[in-house]
Each structure stands twice: as structure tokens, then as C-alpha cells.
């Protein structure tokens, strides 16, 4: 086996086959419910069978090899790809022609402080000047180099074609503009995914309302302020980003079509398009995912017309979902105290009493089966407030107040009670006890419950003091 490994490693033919079987594996789409390989070979009863025999054993291990081999080769040639788009760029810059060629009738004095001028010249606000040393710069030159399969040439083409878009569409100066007040609602960062990137969330049934569609699409120039809205939002998720080693340099995005018109809006239809080749264009792997969530059938169609305009990298970075797995496909990516509670999470706006930094925990309760959930307190007045939330709803809940002195009587919060929505209650603490939630799963399914809870020191409720007087 070392034979033939080092008599492949020194054909150039092998080589070259290797380096394009490489370029097809990485550019091969991951589905959201795709095992990994090592998933997929993992000791299962089937794989531990002792009667394989050695010709099968030794195809899985050449096999192995033959994939380390072309990975290895596969950051050797990223690297020098790298190396040579630093060159190129350095070189344009320095030679003043990055942004195109000089004007031939400028003096000398305008010639030079152009090189100046451009020797600062930054992107998201990282230098491209690769001699400044900055960390910042590689990340932002990378992300050329994978939407365009690491070919230099054409990563240069598109970080000139975007420099010189930015430049026309004056994207320097738009977050000091005030575009579309109307329309907030559709579009809003919100907190962080479980990676630290920063959430966007485009919720398109806030358009069924005409009105609020009139003004943001009522004419040609309200379509241009909306597509130029949607370019702010952009650069102000980009704003929130850190491009440096183990920084987070890109977004997650969510759009929810709940509720949509969207077959009967063609200039919402028509702005979508074009602000989704500006992003493909002139913000390279600046977006993570985009997770479309409660779309009906005709938005797949839509979007089966609208991937022809998409590169291979940026069909990959759809994810799609059933309005049944909303909550779940959300919370592989975004933490319960991350995830709006509308989407089945725990987070509320203007919320005072719990922030993103409370954790929630997680109880699996089996099929036919009741689960408890204690808050224990373990000396009086304090208000304990609590939040909860169930993964497909569908189970039934009661709370109560149990008190450690056994004379005491228990106190019934809430009966037994459908679940059908995030609950939020509190409890004035007299005396050191516990609050107990039951819940009973009547269905054949796992359900997973999250929960948070923190206990606050407050006065005394106003009927427990008249009751002492």
C-alpha cells in the first residue's frame, strides 16, 4: 500500500484527476438532513460482522486513502491560490489600477495622491492592501476565492466589479440614510445563532396589510428605496460582523412566507430578484443559510425559476422546512433563549424579565409518559418567573406551589391545561417551597421541552400585605 501510494503521489495525471475530483466534491450540495461519512460508517451491527472478508476490508482502507490524499492536495492548492490573489491585489493596488486604469490626463501630483487614497482603500471595513498585515484581509479575499472554486482571475473580476458597484451605488453613506420607515416590521436583526452570527428575519406576511405594500411598492422610485432598504439591512448585519480568525464573518438568514401574498406582489417579486443577484454578486459567503420557513408550493416553484440566476454556491445555502418542523429545523441553529417566540422559542421583544444571556434547559419527555419540572426557593420573598415552551405543542400542563412545611396547603397556579403557546407566569415566594409544572404527553411522540427560570427580589404583593393587617 505505500508502493502505490507514493508511486500516485509522484504521477501528474494523478494529480490533476485527483485535483478535479476534489474541485466536484466540494462543490457538491449538502442537504440539512445529510449524514456526514463518518455517520454513515459508523460501528453498526451491520458493519461489526465478522464474516467480511479481507478483499472488502482492503477496499474501504484504499478507499480512505484516496480521500486524504486529494484532501491534503486540496488546501495546498487553496493556499497557493491565496498567495497569488494576495500578489494580484497588492499589485493593483500599488499600481494604481485596481479600480481600472488611471485617467492619462491627470498630472502627476492627482496621480499620486490617487495611489494614496487608494493604498486605504477598505472593504467592510477591512484593508485590502495585503503589505498592512491586517488579519482581517485573507478572511475578506477567501470569500472571492470560494464564490468563485478558488480560480484568481475570476475572484479579481468580481472584487472589481464589486468595488467599483459600491462605489456607484454609494453603499459607504446608506446607513445614515432613513429608507422605507414604514415597512420595519418586514425586516429586523435579532440576536445571534448558536455560532454568534447575527440573525436576519424577513417576515413577508406583514405585506398582506395594502396599505403598508402601497407604500413600499406604490411606484418605481419606492421600489428603488425599498431595494436600496434591503441593501442597508445588508451592510448593517455586516456591521455586526468580525473579520478575523475564529471571528463570525457571515449571517443567517430566515425569511417567512406565513401569511404571504406574495403571487399577487410582481414588484415585490421583481425587488427580491434583483437584491438577490446584488447579494450573490458583491457580498460573497456573507450569508451562512437562508432558511425559508412556512412557504407554500408555489414559492418552490418560484424559486426552481429563480435558481438558474444562482451559482452552484449559493443554491447550496438554502435550507427549506415544513411548517410542522418550523421550531425544529430553528433550533438546530438558533439557541431557545435566541429563537422568537412566535417560531416556538423563548425570546420576546422588550422582554424585562429574561435576556438571550439566561439560558434555557431542555427536558425530553418520552411518548405516554409525565414529566416534572421543580423551581425550588428556598427562603421567602422573592417573585420566581418562568417561561416554557414545548417543541409540537400537544400536551397538557398544570403548575403549582408546594410549600417544604408540610402543614402548609399546596397552592394550584394553573389546572390541567392544553399547550397550544409559549407560557410566561410568576409567583410571589412567602414561604421557602418548590414550583412544580407537570406534563403529560398523551402522544406516541418524544417531545422536548425548554425551559428557563430565575427567581427576583420584589416588595410585597399589595393582598399579602393587607392580609397581614
Known sequence: MAKKNEETKNDPDHDKEDGNNNNQNEQRPHDQNETTDDEDHQDSPENQNDSDDDVDFESVIQGEEELITPYVEMNRKKKKALLEFRCRVEDSILGNYLLGKPNQYLSRTEILKQKEILREITLWGVPLLPSKGDEGTDIVLLKFLRARDFKVHEAFQMLRRTLEWRKVYKTDGILEEELCPDVGKVLCLNSRDREGRPLCYSVYGAFRDREVYKRAFGSEEKCDDFLRWRIQCMEKGIKELEFKNGGVDSTLQISDFKNSPWPLMKELRSVSKKAMVLFQENYPELIHKIIVINAPLWYYVVHMLRSRFLTHNSKRKFVFTRATKVTQTLLKYIAAESLPI????????????????????????????????????????????????????????????????????????????????????????????????????????????????????????????????
Open 342 to 469: 412566535q417560531y416556538g422559542g423563548l425570546n420576546r421583544e422588550n422582554d424585562d424579565e429574561f435576556s438571550p444571556l439566561d439560558e434555557a434547559s431542555e427536558l425530553k419527555i418520552k411518548g405516554n409518559s409525565t414529566a416534572y419540572i421543580e423551581f425550588p426557593v428556598s427562603e421567602a420573598g422573592f417573585t420566581m418567573v418562568w417561561d416554557l415552551s414545548v417543541v409540537g405543542w400537544d400536551v397538557s400542563y398544570k403548575e403549582e406551589f408546594i410549600p417544604d412545611d408540610e402543614g402548609s396547603y399546596k397552592i394550584l397556579l394553573q389546572n390541567q391545561k392544553r399547550m397550544g403557546d409559549n407560557v410566561r407566569n410568576s409567583f410571589y415566594i412567602s414561604e421557602p417551597g418548590k414550583v412544580l409544572i407537570t406534563i403529560d404527553n398523551g402522544t406516541f411522540k418524544k417531545k422536548r421541552v425548554l425551559y428557563r427560570f430565575k427567581a427576583r427580589p420584589c416588595t410585597v404583593p399589595m393582598y399579602i400585605f393587607l392580609k397581614k393587617q
